[in-house]
């Protein structure tokens, strides 16, 4: 089968993958699932892998077939398997577990002690076919396209986890900020907007992203380039702040605005990532500010997102590519010129 891989790491996005000819996995283990993939996001996690940023926390051994976003159509199953039968359409949970771990116990899918991540770890879905297994697999109504779904598997799992958390502390009237409307953003404001009564307020630099903003249901966008997002913060909630901050950017400049437009107790949950939080001690004690990473989600939340998508409450805004276009989707990425989120079709 052709598998786009990733031979050596390299911040030089127009030739980072080659697409080779690899065997086909198949379902040897008793629990396994073969997928033919039918959609395989992209996502800046992908850029991060290429340039190796993922070394110092996962072991990773190459070459690899990057893609963690996927959904398709179950070609094999292991002996074991009674969940989803050959033919079926699925999504994937971006993460094989064990199901025996205390974690795996508690329903911490991404914390499980002997997980496999395929585009991570193990090799992913930018192929013709991906394996998995029977925990990791959701099946899907005929109506929903594989291809179209397939970027909630990391995407849209991260958004709802973080907007799940953040509204255990909305309650009607509050306000929720937005920073960064792009793939995963414009999956949050809608699982807001979905699951709480706040008022949302969206920043992004860019035009047509606020104006998809709107579209989606904030209350106000802003432009952190020319308005003064403190001041105008300040103004909507009459001088109370906001009750929860997610930041899909998770650059320097967007963990920093988070003390400075938060109100008393309030949370920034850092969901995008390359940058740093640098703030004193006392910013957290005064206040009681919080930061709360966010790591994918648990594999019922991920029903959970696809029981919202069944309903018409969320709705993606993706743009197909060929396998052999897997470099340009790359670079674009890298440039920031791919608008909501962008499936490789194997």
């Not at 398997?81 to 508690?106: S, Y």
Request: aromatic share 4%.
């Amino acid at each position: 089968m052709r598998a786009a891989r990733l031979h050596e790491y390299t911040d030089e996005m127009h030739d980072a993958l080659s697409i080779d000819d690899v065997p086909r996995p198949e379902a040897d283990g008793p629990d396994d699932v073969v997928v033919e993939i039918e959609g395989a996001g992209w996502c800046q996690t992908d850029n991060h892998v290429i340039e190796g940023m993922w070394t110092e926390y996962v072991p990773q051994e190459l070459p690899l077939t990057l893609g963690h976003e996927n959904a398709g159509i179950v070609a094999e199953i292991g002996e074991n398997v009674e969940t989803v039968e050959e033919g079926q359409p699925v999504i994937c949970h971006p993460v094989r577990t064990c199901g025996v771990c205390r974690p795996c116990r508690l329903g911490e899918d991404m914390y499980c002690e002997n997980v496999a991540f395929p585009g991570l770890t193990h090799d992913g879905g930018f192929a013709e076919y991906l394996l998995t297994n029977e925990r990791a697999v959701i099946p899907l109504e005929e109506a929903i396209d594989p291809t179209d779904i397939a970027p909630h598997a990391d995407a849209g799992i991260t958004a709802y986890h973080a907007v799940k958390k953040a509204v255990a502390d909305l309650n009607p009237g509050d306000t929720a900020v937005v920073i960064g409307v792009g793939g995963l953003g414009h999956i949050g404001i809608q699982c807001l907007d979905a699951m709480s009564a706040a008022d949302i307020v969206a920043l992004d630099i860019k035009p047509e992203a606020r104006e998809l903003a709107d579209e989606l249901g904030a209350q106000e966008t802003l432009d952190p380039n020319t308005e003064d997002v403190p001041a105008e913060i300040e103004a909507f909630t009459d001088g109370t702040g906001a009750q929860q901050i997610l930041d899909f950017v998770g650059a320097d400049g967007t963990t920093a605005l988070g003390p400075d437009i938060g109100a008393a107790g309030a949370d920034l949950h850092v969901v995008g990532y390359g940058g740093h939080v640098h703030e004193p001690a006392q910013t957290l004690v005064d206040g009681e500010f919080g930061y709360r990473g966010t790591l994918v989600g648990r594999y019922a939340e991920l029903q959970e997102l696809v029981a919202l998508v069944e309903r018409g409450e969320v709705e993606l805004h993706t743009t197909r590519y060929d396998l052999d276009e897997i470099n340009t989707v790359a670079e674009k990425l890298e440039h920031g010129e791919i608008e909501g989120r962008a499936v490789i079709e194997p």
